[in-house]
């Protein structure tokens, strides 16, 4: 399994950003799909957005367009830029990657959007 360090989470009010990160313990290379989900109270888990090793990226219906997934090879880490914050996107944010076919979760950082 690989390792997932989440960090920048926090209180934003609405139409703010926040920019969620997530440290790997392998190279970046090596996993074959990485991305993040979120779970609000009450609610399943859902996807965010992910990209796959070969080059592959989905976004959900309702991040499109505000939320952005990026990496940094050299620093094995994976971002999530959130622009245009709405109150339904508060939520428990988890990173996620699939490496030789585990699945591994981060620990889990909290966005709450709210004036």
């Known amino acids: 399994q690989v390792h997932l360090v989440e960090s920048g989470g926090g209180l934003v009010q609405p139409g703010g950003s926040l920019r969620l990160s997530c440290a790997a313990s392998?190279?970046?290379?090596?996993?074959?799909?990485m991305g993040w989900y979120r779970q609000a109270p009450g609610e399943q888990r859902e996807l965010v957005a992910q990209?796959?090793?070969?080059?592959?990226?989905q976004y959900a219906d309702s991040v499109k367009g505000r939320f952005i997934v990026s990496k940094d090879n050299a620093k094995n880490t994976v971002y999530l830029q959130m622009n245009s914050l709405k109150p339904e996107d508060t939520a428990v944010y988890y990173c996620?990657?699939?490496?030789?076919?585990?699945?591994?979760w981060g620990q889990g950082t909290q966005v709450t959007v709210s004036s």
């Open positions: 996620n990657a699939v490496y030789y076919g585990q699945t591994s």
């Open positions: 990209f796959q090793r070969w080059g592959s990226t």
């Open positions: 392998t190279s970046l290379f090596s996993i074959d799909v």
